[in-house]
C-alpha cells in the first residue's frame, strides 16, 4: 500500500484535525495476546502497547498522536485510541500474538511465549511530526529499535523507551521469550530520556534483584530517568533520588499492559509535574486499570481522588 493511501487511512482513524505537532507521540505495536491465569479462565487481550500507553495518557489533555501498524478490516482494534480523540496513524502491517501464562499469584512472574511476529515499525514508517517527546514501546527487533532511536535523537526529539523490546528474546523454535542482557544497552540508556522496564527486565540488564540497585546501576550507565514497575508499585529514579509508591488496586483482572499504563501516565503528567507528583498520578490510574481489563477507561477526577490513596 502506498504511502498516499495510508495517509488517508490515517486521517480516517484520527480522533481530530490532522496535525503534526504534539506533546506526546507513541509509536508501536499492536497485537493479540491470550491470557492463562494463575486462577480463572483464559482470555484474549488485544491492542497492544501502544494502545495500553496512549490511552493511559489520555486523561489530561495533551495532544496526543499513536504510529502503529495493523491488516486492513482490523481498525476496531483502534476504537479505544479514536474514542479518545487520539491522532492515530495506522500503517498497513500484520499482528503479532503471544500466549501469556501467569504461573502464580506472583505479578511478576510469567511466561510468554511469542505465537507469530507482528510487522515492525521502521523510521520510514513515522511521519514527519514536529520534535517532541516520543515513547517507543516494543517496534521490533533491536537493530531496528535502535535505528528509530538514532534517528529520532538526531532530529531534536525527547525519547522515552520502553526495553523490553529490546530485552525480550524469543526462541527461533518454540517461542518462548527469554530475557537477556542486551550489549548494546549503553548507548541505549544515553540516548532515552526516560526509560521504562519491570523488575525482571531490570534484574537481567544488571544483575540485581534490589529495585534500588537497579536503578543507581542503570543511571550509572546514562539513564537519565528512569521507572521500575514491579508487583508492589513503582519505583521512579532521578539524580540519585528514588521515589516508590505502592499500587492500591484490589484485583489484578487487568495485570496485561500494567507497565505500558505506568509509563504512559507518567509521560503526560511529567511534562509538567514534578517526579514525585507525576510517580503517584501514574500510580493511582494505574491502580484502576489493574482492576479491569483492557485500555485504562477511568477519568481524570476518579485519577485525582485516587491519588489521595497513593503512598
Not at 206 to 227: K, P, R
Not at 269 to 298: C, M, Q, Y
Request: net charge negative; charged share 25%.
Amino acid at each position: 500500500m502506498s504511502n498516499k493511501t495510508d495517509m488517508a487511512t490515517e486521517k480516517s482513524l484520527s480522533g481530530h484535525a490532522s496535525a503534526d505537532s504534539y506533546d506526546i507521540v507513541f509509536i508501536g505495536e499492536m497485537g493479540t495476546a491470550k491470557i492463562v491465569p494463575f486462577l480463572g479462565p483464559s482470555f484474549m487481550v488485544e491492542h497492544g502497547p501502544v494502545v495500553f500507553s496512549a490511552a493511559a495518557a489520555s486523561c489530561l489533555g495533551k495532544r496526543i498522536a499513536a504510529v502503529t501498524k495493523i491488516p486492513e478490516g482490523k481498525e476496531r482494534l483502534l476504537e479505544p485510541l479514536k474514542a479518545k480523540r487520539i491522532d492515530v496513524i495506522a500503517r498497513r502491517g500484520e499482528l503479532g500474538e503471544i500466549l501469556v501464562k501467569l504461573p502464580s499469584a506472583n505479578l511478576d512472574e510469567r511466561q510468554a511465549s511469542v505465537v507469530k511476529i507482528g510487522d515492525s515499525l521502521g523510521i520510514d514508517d513515522i511521519p514527519p511530526f514536529e520534535p517532541c517527546l516520543v515513547h517507543l514501546c516494543c517496534l521490533g527487533p533491536r537493530s531496528t529499535q535502535l535505528d528509530v532511536m538514532r534517528a529520532l535523537k538526531a532530529r531534536g526529539f525527547c525519547l522515552s523507551v520502553d526495553m523490553q523490546g529490546f530485552v525480550f528474546r524469543p526462541d527461533a523454535e518454540t517461542g518462548e521469550v527469554h530475557l537477556e542482557d542486551v550489549p548494546e544497552k549503553k548507548e541505549i540508556l544515553a540516548l532515552a530520556d526516560y526509560v521504562k522496564l519491570d523488575a525482571a527486565e531490570a534484574r537481567a540488564l544488571t544483575g540485581t534483584d534490589v529495585l534500588q540497585h537497579q536503578a543507581d546501576i542503570l543511571e550509572n550507565w546514562g539513564s537519565s530517568e528512569t521507572v521500575i514497575t514491579c508487583a508492589q508499585g513503582v519505583l521512579a529514579h532521578r539524580k540519585g533520588r528514588p521515589t516508590f509508591f505502592k499500587f492500591t488496586n484490589s484485583s489484578i483482572r487487568g495485570r496485561m499492559g500494567r507497565g505500558d499504563t505506568v509509563i504512559g501516565s507518567y509521560l503526560a503528567r511529567r511534562l509538567d509535574h514534578s517526579v514525585e507528583d507525576s510517580l503517584r498520578f501514574a500510580v493511582a490510574l494505574t491502580s484502576i486499570k489493574l482492576e479491569a481489563a483492557g485500555p485504562f477507561e477511568g477519568t481524570l477526577e476518579e485519577v485525582l481522588a485516587k491519588m489521595h490513596q497513593v503512598e
